[in-house]
Nanobody, 128 residues
C-alpha cells in the first residue's frame, strides 16, 4: 500500500502561483511514477502531469505546458506541482497518484485508470 496526502491548494486570483505537494508513505517511493490529475465540477478526471521514477521524464497536458512544473524529491518521498500564471479554468480538485514502474526507464502513464494509488485531493480555486 502507498498512502498519498496532498497539500498546498487554496483560493487565489488569476495570474497567481501555488505549489502543491504530495507526501507518500508505505512502499518504496522511488519505484513509482507520480502523476497529477484534476477534476472540475461536472467533469471527468483530467491528466495534468506525470514524472518518471527518476524524475528524468515528465509530461504535461497542453493546457498547462509552460505554466506548471512537476518535480520530485525521492529522499523526501514527495512530489510537487508548481503552478504559475493560474487561470480560472485551472479550478479543480487536484489529485496525486502513484503508478508502480517495474523498469527504471519505463514511460510514465498519462491515463488515470493505470495508477494504483490516489490521494484525497486538494482544492484549487482560481478567481478571475
Amino acid at each position: 500500500q502507498v498512502q498519498l496526502v496532498e497539500s498546498g491548494g487554496g483560493l487565489v486570483q488569476a495570474g497567481d502561483s501555488l505549489r502543491l505537494s504530495c507526501a507518500a508513505s508505505g512502499r518504496t517511493f522511488s519505484l513509482y511514477a507520480m502523476g497529477w490529475f484534476r477534476q472540475a465540477p461536472g467533469k471527468e478526471h483530467e491528466f495534468v502531469s506525470t514524472i518518471s521514477r527518476s524524475g528524468g521524464t515528465t509530461y504535461y497536458v497542453d493546457s498547462v505546458e509552460g505554466r506548471f512544473t512537476i518535480s520530485r524529491d525521492n529522499a523526501k518521498n514527495t512530489v510537487y506541482l508548481q503552478m504559475n500564471s493560474l487561470k480560472p479554468e485551472d479550478t479543480a480538485v487536484y489529485y496525486c497518484a502513484a503508478d508502480f514502474q517495474g523498469r527504471p526507464d519505463q514511460t510514465p502513464s498519462t491515463k488515470w485508470p493505470e495508477y494504483e494509488y490516489w490521494g484525497q485531493g486538494t482544492q484549487v480555486t482560481v478567481s478571475s
